[in-house]
């Protein structure tokens, strides 16, 4: 009788694992459902003022040919933490001198300057963002009063001298960390600093950063919100995942809770007559696990996956206006293709952290729209063109196994007649080298397209034309 039943039990979790993975996935696209207006002018990357410039590498393809091919919309200079040891000039700040404070001194590069910077964002129709430097005197041998008159005379050369029209402005980065300031200081700071800079041009928007660790926004908001237009934050999201495994087992992980956390803040913390008008930038984003043993910061299609996700989950919250992926290289070009902290190689070629951006960047059309269906394992974004003649659906396979007979329905707004394929995967979650390839074009029946088959581990792109 036992062996009976245990052979039952074989068979029927033998019929429910089958069943499983042939069960159909189906999603729905809804294609007048718009979730976001501007999703064309979302995805952004931190540049590297120290090593960006395409004279550090003149054999390698030109920078802005890179950052057209990721399609980024905003460009953040100088930085990270190197704004805070960046003077864009010296008194009496009549033209750039950029100067390296500290250890950013020691680094070998050809330093992009402001001018540059701008000649780089309207090159490849980015958005300019710029950090203005803070950190105490312990640390930068600055006084405040120093750092505010360095940043007053920025706003005055970029905005009045040159005309540039920069709108961004974020004041100091990550001041929650390093112990620059308690959040109570960092206030008084901030209001400090956005007065001054105000004085100059009164169209700029000002923002600063919080964490949403302790009570730094509760602490924070109350006196800092009426001087800021938006919160910053950095978004490290895979603290103790050891590695991709972790979302295989936790699918229904929350990528973007620091961001909601923020976006929560301002609700409950900022004064009740700033909260409609403040929004939220997300300044730097990777899938860094900063716990001890983390995952390993390898330059690989799992974390690709998980940047890539992150950055479309970010986008379906409207009062989050940017996100931008830390970066487009660290210090030394050598290292590119083991760590995450590159998006580009010595060349300029696309690795797969800037693959995260470029598979937005690439394919996005203006409006993103509402899908619908799925599996925890295997979900999909959409978006298309304001006039509707294109659209673009991007299905996320997070796992190891492929996905096969997917079918996609388009509910009858729009009529398309074929779609075009690009998958990009490679052989495991560790693969350094995955690729992006054209794998051809499929006929829709009706308005449906029926037998897509996704790759394990992977993102397929489909382009859709009436």
Same mark, same amino acid.
Request: charged share 20%.
């Given at each position: ?19 499983? &993975? ?9 294609? $007048? ?47 990270? &933490? ?71 005379? +920025? ?20 001041? +929650? ?7 109570? &200081? ?12 105000? $004085? ?15 009570? +730094? ?15 910053t934050l950095s978004l490290y999201n895979t603290w103790e995942w050891k590695g991709y495994d972790f979302l295989l087992a936790h699918p229904d992980t929350e990528l973007i809770a620091d961001a909601k956390t923020a976006l929560n803040a301002i609700d409950q913390f900022a004064p009740l007559e700033d909260r409609a ?190």
């Amino acid at each position: 009788m036992k062996l009976t039943v245990l052979f039952l039990a074989v068979i029927f979790g033998m019929a429910s694992h089958i069943t499983a &993975e042939a069960q159909k996935i189906i999603f729905t696209v809804e294609t $007048t459902q718009v979730l976001r207006e501007d999703a064309d002018k979302f995805i952004g990357v931190n540049l590297n003022y120290i090593r960006d410039e395409d004279k550090n590498r003149p054999l390698a393809r030109p920078l802005d040919a890179a950052l057209k091919d990721m399609g980024v919309k905003w460009l953040r200079y100088p930085g990270g &933490e190197k704004s805070d040891f960046y003077l864009w000039s010296q008194p009496p700040y009549t033209r750039p001198h950029p100067v390296s404070l500290g250890y950013y001194g020691t680094v070998k590069g050809e330093r992009m300057d402001v001018d540059a910077f701008v000649a780089h964002a309207r090159a490849v129709g980015a958005e300019p963002y710029c950090v203005v430097g803070y950190d105490n005197v312990t640390r930068t041998q600055r006084t405040r009063k120093q750092w505010i008159e360095s940043a007053v005379a +920025w706003v005055r050369y970029a905005n009045l001298t040159k005309k540039y029209r920069i709108k961004y402005w974020e004041i100091g980065n990550e001041n +929650w960390h390093n112990q620059t300031s308690t959040p109570q &200081e960092m206030a008084e700071i901030v209001a400090e600093f956005s007065t001054a800079m105000r $004085t100059v041009d009164l169209s700029i928007k000002i923002g600063a950063s919080g964490s949403a660790g302790g009570n +730094w926004w509760a602490n924070f908001l109350p006196k800092a919100a009426p001087h800021l237009d938006f919160l910053t934050l950095s978004l490290y999201n895979t603290w103790e995942w050891k590695g991709y495994d972790f979302l295989l087992a936790h699918p229904d992980t929350e990528l973007i809770a620091d961001a909601k956390t923020a976006l929560n803040a301002i609700d409950q913390f900022a004064p009740l007559e700033d909260r409609a008008r403040l929004r939220v930038i997300v300044a730097e984003t990777n899938s860094m696990d900063y716990s001890p043993n983390g995952w390993k910061a390898d330059n690989t299609l799992g974390h690709c996956l998980v940047t890539f996700d992150t950055l479309g989950k970010l986008m379906l919250q409207p009062r989050i206006l940017s996100a931008m992926v830390w970066t487009t290289r660290w210090m030394d070009d050598k290292e590119a293709a083991q760590t995450i902290w590159y998006s580009l190689d010595t060349n300029n070629q696309i690795l797969p952290t800037g693959r995260a951006i470029g598979l937005w960047g690439q394919f996005m059309q203006r409006r993103r729209i509402a899908v619908s269906g799925g599996t925890p394992l295997v979900s999909a974004y959409a978006a298309r063109s304001s006039d509707g003649k294109k659209m673009t659906v991007w299905v996320l396979n997070r796992g190891k196994k492929k996905a096969g007979d997917l079918e996609i329905k388009i509910d009858l707004g729009v009529r398309y007649q074929k779609a075009a394929v690009s998958v990009f995967t490679g052989n495991d979650a560790n693969d350094a080298n995955p690729t992006l390839k054209q794998t051809g074009t499929l006929p829709l029946d009706g308005n449906q397209l029926k037998g897509l088959t996704c790759p394990g581990l992977s993102v397929t792109v489909l382009t859709f034309e009436k």
